[in-house]
């Protein structure tokens, strides 16, 4: 998180003791905040320069652009795509990509393959749950709506009295008139004290262009009239000027509902309705209840009501599902209503959870049948290089060339995710000395101070017997061709040669 500009300041002089504080906004930077979207043009083709803030997978990047302009265009429904590739390949990021190029419209839910046993409900129903989240439905509704320009209000208070029981009550009733206009005709309407509030309430004045849904009497302020441009009193630096309408003053309008069918299955499902949204707990949804939703959203459509938007499931290490996930997203794909589902794993040939069968990506096969699989490739040194700089950008760190150069190098020797991670922890080594610009000695004091994955194995498999639990196996340890030696030399707590300096912590 990036808490630039927030300090606090005092004057010391000053007899009162306040403290001025200030504040700026605060921003979330995470693993993929600097993704924009796919970095394609209009052909499909790959942008150069790190565009939207992704670099190299050209490949990946192509064959996801097709599924999203089929998407886009409602081609593709039930169909499934892995991205399978080694870690840190992009493959999150490319899905992430997807995401921000099918915009807010259509639905994108993410999950991980071990959330399904960690939340309090079934895994199928876990499962469910996902996959009507990513179903959107646009509901299509005609209001009648008064729409014109406010000429003038006219607000009266009378004083009312009554008799009750003999004792005289008496209370301010409020009655007025509103006159609306457009360019073709003026009318002027009686107005109750809801209207009257609702109008106080939304600080209409004359001048306005307003809107006032007939069913339930909501006042909506479009803006204010061009005519009144001139009215330099009546307006600030956030004033909209807007065209008078043209036209009937009454008008039927066409207003769209977004909502997902879990959302209209949590209303429907739960005492409180719409507030169980809110309340996240929404347990467990009988199938009889999904059952005539989804006939009343089949009904709609043959109406021209409703319209279906399949919207895209991204389950990241989905070989953490077992048999009967696996099963279930099977059939599920089958269904009229299926969302586009996106996967992504890192395995090889691996086992499939739960049993003792070996399959491609710890995957089924009758699945894998199914899937257009997508691979991603290793990293160039060029493309690390140019990551990093993105993400310097994204972190709000200056760094040199030639620590930018050194930094690569670590990333292609090591992983990418270690490289990302040094770049914060190196700025602040360089802060700690009092410069603004990270440079080569910063990334080396980092890098003695932090250890990656190989340097790490390689102190455990020197000093492995020192530690609780070891489980490496005595005979495999001296059947290594000819390092027996080094090995045992190891377990004495002797580092072999050359590699005496792999823990090396001094700054």
């Known amino acids: 998180m990036s808490a630039a500009g927030i300090k606090l300041t005092g004057d010391s002089n000053a007899t009162s003791g306040v403290t001025v504080?200030?504040?700026?906004?605060?921003?979330?930077?995470?693993?993929?905040?600097?993704?924009?979207?796919?970095?394609?043009?209009?052909?499909?083709?790959?942008?150069?320069?790190?565009?939207?803030?992704?670099?190299?997978?050209?490949?990946?990047?192509?064959?996801?652009?097709?599924?999203?302009?089929?998407?886009?265009?409602?081609?593709?429904?039930g169909r499934a795509i892995l991205l399978a590739g080694r870690p840190g390949t992009g493959k999150t990021a490319i899905a992430m990509g997807l995401a921000q190029e099918l915009g807010e419209d259509t639905p994108f839910t993410t999950m991980s393959g071990s959330e399904v046993f960690s939340l309090e409900m079934s895994k199928t129903e876990a499962l469910t749950q996902a996959l009507r989240k990513s179903i959107g439905i646009r509901i299509l509704e005609e209001t009648e709506v008064m729409e014109g320009e406010v000429v003038e209000i006219q607000i009266d208070t009378a004083f009312s009295g009554e008799k009750a029981g003999g004792k005289a009550k008496g209370g301010m009733e409020k009655t007025g008139r509103l006159t609306l206009c457009t360019?073709?005709?003026?009318?002027?309407?009686?107005?109750?004290a809801k209207m009257i509030d609702a109008l106080s309430k939304e600080k209409v004045t004359a001048g306005d262009v307003i809107t006032i849904d007939k069913a339930s009497g909501k006042i909506t302020k479009l803006g204010r009239s061009f005519s009144r441009s001139r009215d330099y009193d009546a307006m600030g630096s956030s004033t909209r000027f807007v065209q008078c309408p043209e036209g009937e003053l009454?008008?039927?309008?066409?207003?769209?509902?977004?909502?997902?069918?879990?959302?209209?299955?949590?209303?429907?499902?739960?005492?409180?309705?719409?507030l169980a949204l809110f309340?996240?707990?929404?347990?467990?949804?009988?199938?009889?209840?999904r059952e005539q939703i989804d006939g009343k959203v089949v009904e709609w459509r043959e109406e021209g009501r409703a319209k279906i938007i399949p919207g895209v499931l991204f389950i990241d290490e989905v070989h953490m599902l077992d048999m009967e996930c696996f099963s279930f997203l099977n059939r599920a794909l089958e269904s009229d209503m299926a969302p586009v589902l996106v996967i992504a794993t890192n395995r090889g040939i691996a086992k499939i959870r739960g049993t003792e069968y070996k399959s491609p990506h710890g995957i089924p096969l009758d699945l894998l049948d199914r899937l257009m699989i997508v691979n991603t490739e290793p990293y160039l040194q060029s493309e690390i290089r140019q990551i990093l700089t993105v993400r310097c950008e994204e972190e709000d760190v200056e760094m040199a060339d030639d620590a930018l150069e050194l930094l690569a190098r670590i990333g292609t020797e090591t992983s990418l995710r270690y490289a990302i991670q040094m770049i914060i922890t190196a700025s602040l080594a360089a802060e700690k000395r009092k410069s603004a610009e990270v440079q080569i000695e910063?990334?080396?004091?980092?890098?003695?101070?932090?250890?990656?994955?190989?340097?790490?194995?390689?102190?455990?498999?020197?000093?492995?017997?020192?530690?609780?639990?070891?489980?490496?196996?005595?005979s495999a340890e001296y059947d290594t061709g000819g390092n027996g030696k080094e090995q045992a030399s190891a377990e004495d707590g002797v580092s072999p040669e050359g590699k005496g300096d792999a823990m090396t912590t001094s700054p």
């Open 183 to 192: 360019t073709d005709m003026e009318t002027v309407y009686d107005l109750g």
């Open 250 to 274: 009454q008008k039927r309008k066409e207003v769209v509902h977004n909502v997902s069918l879990h959302e209209i299955d949590v209303i429907n499902s739960r005492q409180q309705g719409f």
């Open 442 to 474: 910063d990334i080396k004091r980092v890098y003695r101070l932090f250890v990656d994955v190989k340097r790490s194995t390689q102190y455990l498999m020197e000093f492995n017997k020192e530690f609780m639990f070891n489980e490496l196996d005595d």
């Open 21 to 77: 504080r200030e504040l700026t906004r605060l921003e979330r930077i995470g693993a993929h905040s600097h993704i924009r979207g796919l970095g394609l043009d209009d052909a499909l083709e790959p942008r150069r320069g790190g565009s939207q803030g992704m670099v190299g997978q050209a490949k990946a990047r192509r064959a996801v652009g097709v599924i999203y302009r089929m998407i886009n265009e409602g081609k593709i429904g």
């Open 279 to 289: 309340a996240g707990d929404t347990g467990e949804i009988k199938s009889e209840v």
